[in-house]
């Protein structure tokens, strides 16, 4: 019991520590909107074609203007978004985690709570985290913190599966055992897709 206490204090201050490292006001969101094209959005559209995520085409296409603009919002590829939502849901927005994680960006209810509160959006519980659009924008705010949080990007996608708790931990541990690297099959996952996906290779 001691243990999960603890484990949900570290993660609490985690977050408290992304929110610290990277936080946007709606101009800077509307500055990266402003200079979006359709292209983006279409590749992202094209890659939707290849799954079944329950949604209509007006949904689908709101999905997709929200990962590529949320995306240009923090400087992140949103080819690596896709790749990361790939990996977590397979892109179903209603998909649920035996620990609890919901939606296409698979985040915990704890976490898409605080996260909210640093974007000041409205929280309305597991039924944000169903929204596609919303789990998005929470996932990917959270995801820009780990980046800065982690400089690597390897790294960044690791945390965002085992938490930044985890991954600092197991690195304490790699530098006290004489070996630098940290091995992860799930990022591996996800940069490979993210390489299908920026190659816009999408038979692969």
């Given at each position: 019991m001691k243990?999960?206490i603890?484990?949900a204090?570290l993660s ?6 992304l ?8 101009s800077h969101l509307e500055?990266?909107e402003?200079g979006?094209?359709n292209?983006?959005?279409s590749?992202v559209?094209?890659l939707?074609?290849g799954?079944?995520?329950g949604?209509?085409d007006?949904?689908e296409?709101?999905l ?8 240009a919002?923090?400087d992140?590829?949103p080819?690596?978004?896709?790749a ?8 179903k927005s ?6 609890g994680a919901?939606g296409?960006?698979?985040i ?12 000041n959006?409205?929280?309305?519980g597991?039924?944000t985290?169903?929204d ?19 400089e690597?990007?390897v790294?960044?996608?690791a945390?965002y599966n085992?938490?930044p708790y985890g991954?600092?931990?197991?690195l304490?541990?790699?530098r006290?055992?004489?070996h630098?690297?940290?091995k ?10 993210y390489?299908v996906?920026r190659?816009?290779?999408?038979d692969?």
């Amino acid at each position: 019991m001691k243990k999960k206490i603890m484990i949900a204090a570290l993660s609490v201050f985690f977050l408290f520590q992304l929110s610290a490292v990277r936080s946007y006001d709606d101009s800077h969101l509307e500055a990266a909107e402003d200079g979006l094209g359709n292209e983006e959005v279409s590749r992202v559209l094209e890659l939707f074609g290849g799954f079944k995520m329950g949604l209509t085409d007006v949904e689908e296409l709101g999905l997709a203007k929200t990962i590529v603009e949320r995306s240009a919002a923090y400087d992140i590829d949103p080819m690596l978004i896709c790749a990361l939502i790939k990996t977590e849901s397979t892109f179903k927005s209603r998909a649920r985690s035996h620990k609890g994680a919901i939606g296409m960006m698979q985040i915990l209810p704890s976490t898409g709570r605080e996260v909210a509160r640093d974007l000041n959006m409205d929280w309305n519980g597991k039924e944000t985290l169903y929204d596609p659009s919303e789990n998005v924008r929470l996932g990917i705010h959270y995801f820009s913190g780990l980046l800065d949080m982690f400089e690597e990007e390897v790294l960044a996608i690791a945390a965002y599966n085992n938490g930044p708790y985890g991954i600092k931990k197991r690195l304490r541990r790699a530098r006290v055992n004489g070996h630098g690297n940290l091995k992860s099959a799930y990022a591996d996952r996800v940069l490979n897709s993210y390489a299908v996906y920026r190659d816009n290779d999408l038979d692969r």
